[in-house]
């Protein structure tokens, strides 16, 4: 901030925008926990809650499904445990199939951002998810999407430039 390059402001939304998404996660991880006789399981937990935190950025809430994925952008570290989800799910993950990007700037049928989600505004894909994270639990959950058994019902924790084109699927 002293040198000019970060202005107050910027850090202010940005820092905004971290305490809404967390805040976001927080009130999922309550509403798996309340009366739910598996919130003493932290793999259900984080399984429920990677599910419903997932959030559409562009497109429909739900996906029509696939048998079939191809990876084509995003960090190859990414893309391995994209593909080891997509397996764990019954996918089948090659050079075929709907096209799956972890990037942004690379162009795909379907875009996923495994952060904010804000970081996916600009795909030009016609489908777009986060998960908020790249752990197995989102990622999972990322793969269920994809296959059409899971509604993606996360709602976005701020609006930003370009959240108009998310669709209320909570």
Same mark, same amino acid.
């Given at each position: 901030?002293?040198?000019?390059?970060?202005?107050?402001?910027?850090? #202010?939304?940005? /820092?905004?925008?971290?305490? &809404? +998404?967390?805040?976001?996660? $927080? *009130? =999922?991880?309550?509403?798996?926990?309340?009366?739910?006789?598996?919130?003493?399981?932290?793999?259900?937990?984080?399984?429920?809650?990677?599910?419903?935190?997932?959030?559409?950025?562009?497109?429909?809430?739900?996906?029509?499904?696939?048998?079939?994925?191809?990876? #084509?952008?995003? /960090?190859?570290?990414?893309? &391995? +445990?994209?593909?080891?989800? $997509? *397996? =764990?799910?019954?996918?089948?993950?090659?050079?075929?199939?709907?096209?799956?990007?972890?990037?942004?700037?690379?162009?795909?049928?379907?875009?996923?951002?495994?952060?904010?989600?804000?970081?996916?505004?600009?795909?030009?894909?016609?489908?777009?998810?986060?998960?908020?994270?790249?752990?197995?639990?989102?990622?999972? +959950?990322?793969?269920?999407?994809?296959?059409?058994?899971?509604?993606?019902?996360?709602?976005?924790?701020?609006?930003?430039?370009?959240?108009?084109?998310?669709?209320?699927?909570?």
């Amino acid at each position: 901030m002293g040198d000019g390059t970060l202005k107050k402001k910027d850090l #202010v939304e940005k /820092s905004e925008r971290v305490v &809404a +998404a967390q805040l976001a996660t $927080a *009130e =999922a991880q309550k509403s798996v926990q309340a009366g739910d006789s598996d919130a003493k399981d932290p793999k259900k937990v984080l399984t429920k809650v990677a599910e419903k935190s997932l959030t559409v950025l562009k497109g429909e809430c739900s996906f029509t499904g696939t048998d079939s994925i191809s990876i #084509v952008g995003g /960090s190859d570290k990414e893309k &391995a +445990a994209l593909k080891e989800a $997509a *397996e =764990a799910e019954d996918l089948t993950v090659g050079s075929g199939g709907t096209s799956v990007s972890l990037s942004p700037s690379t162009s795909a049928e379907v875009a996923v951002g495994t952060a904010a989600p804000w970081t996916m505004r600009s795909t030009s894909a016609k489908s777009a998810v986060t998960a908020y994270d790249s752990n197995p639990y989102a990622l999972r +959950a990322v793969a269920k999407w994809l296959k059409g058994d899971l509604e993606a019902s996360g709602r976005l924790p701020a609006e930003y430039d370009g959240s108009d084109k998310a669709p209320d699927c909570g």
